[in-house]
């Protein structure tokens, strides 16, 4: 569903409030605008880079048996 906002004098445009309900963002929400064949797309940046298991499994030493999570702490 299309939502509209207008391009102020001074560069800064205001979502609209279902739009940011819709996604979850809230005040201070960092977002990136990324350039794409079809026109302009507006995404939260993420607080963590981007990743992939094999370069973040190692940071995991345990080697024992699985523990419940109501019993970690």
């Known amino acids: 569903m299309p939502a509209h906002t ?3 004098s001074d560069g800064s445009i205001v979502l609209p409030d279902d ?3 819709r996604y979850g963002w809230s ?3 960092q977002l990136e605008l990324v350039a ?3 026109g302009l797309m507006i995404r939260p940046v993420s607080p ?3 990743t992939q298991l094999d370069a973040v ?3 995991v030493d345990y080697t ?3 523990i419940p999570t109501d019993q970690l702490g």
């Open 6 to 8: 207008t391009l102020a």
């Open 19 to 21: 739009v940011c309900i």
């Open 27 to 29: 005040t201070g929400q």
């Open 36 to 38: 794409t064949a079809n």
């Open 48 to 50: 963590f880079p981007e």
């Open 57 to 59: 499994v190692g940071a």
């Open 64 to 66: 024992g048996p699985a």
